[in-house]
C-alpha cells in the first residue's frame, strides 16, 4: 500500500498524462477521469518503492492503456455507444486547439497505431521503450510508427483538401 505523500506525487506528474491517454482511448472525458481514478486505485494497491522513474511510468502507462481496454470490453458486452465515439470531436481542455484537431484524426485510426502514435509524439518515447510498454518487438513498434504515421498524413491531407 502507497503511503499519502507518495501517491499524492503521483497525482501530480502523472494525472494530465493518464487523462490524455485515457481521453485518446476513450473520446469521452467522463470515461477518462473514471480510468484515471481506477488507474490511481490500482497504484495505491502496488508498492512501487523500487521501481525506477521510468519503470513507473511505463507501469502506469500500461495500467492505463489496460483500464481503457477493459472499459472498450465492457461497453461491447453492454452493447453501449457514447456519442462521443460517433462524432469524435475533442474539444477537453488538456489538448492545445493544434493538438486538438490533430487528435481528433488520430483517434480515427486503429488503436495499435494510436497508441504508438501518441506515445512516441505525445510522450516522448523512443520504439524501444514502446515496445516495453506495449509489451512487443521494437521493429513491430517502427512499423506501426510507420504505417500510422502515412495513414495519419493521408487523413490530414484529405481533410485539407477538402
Known amino acids: 500500500m502507497q503511503d499519502v505523500c507518495n501517491i499524492?506525487?503521483?497525482?501530480e506528474n502523472y494525472s494530465d498524462m493518464i487523462l490524455r491517454i485515457?481521453?485518446?482511448?476513450?473520446?469521452?472525458m467522463h470515461d477518462a477521469e473514471?480510468?484515471?481514478?481506477e488507474v490511481f486505485l490500482s497504484i495505491m494497491k502496488k508498492d512501487m518503492k523500487g521501481f525506477s522513474k521510468e519503470h513507473e511510468k511505463s507501469y502506469i502507462i500500461r495500467t492505463t492503456i489496460n483500464k481503457c481496454k477493459s472499459l472498450h470490453r465492457k461497453s461491447k458486452k453492454l452493447d453501449v455507444v457514447y456519442l462521443d465515439e460517433i462524432y469524435k470531436n475533442p474539444n477537453e481542455p488538456v489538448f492545445s486547439?493544434?493538438?486538438?484537431?490533430?487528435?481528433?484524426?488520430?483517434?480515427?485510426l486503429d488503436s495499435k497505431y494510436?497508441?504508438?502514435?501518441?506515445?512516441?509524439?505525445?510522450e516522448g518515447y523512443k520504439a524501444s521503450e514502446i515496445a516495453k510498454i506495449l509489451r512487443t518487438t521494437t521493429g513491430n513498434v517502427t512499423s506501426l510508427l510507420k504505417r500510422g504515421r502515412e495513414k495519419l498524413k493521408?487523413?490530414?491531407?484529405e481533410d485539407y483538401y477538402e
Open 8 to 11: 499524492k506525487q503521483l497525482i
Open 97 to 108: 486547439a493544434n493538438e486538438r484537431n490533430i487528435l481528433s484524426v488520430i483517434l480515427t
Open 22 to 28: 485515457a481521453y485518446q482511448h476513450t473520446g469521452n
Open 34 to 37: 473514471d480510468i484515471a481514478q
Open 114 to 122: 494510436r497508441d504508438a502514435l501518441y506515445l512516441h509524439y505525445y
Open 154 to 157: 493521408k487523413l490530414l491531407e
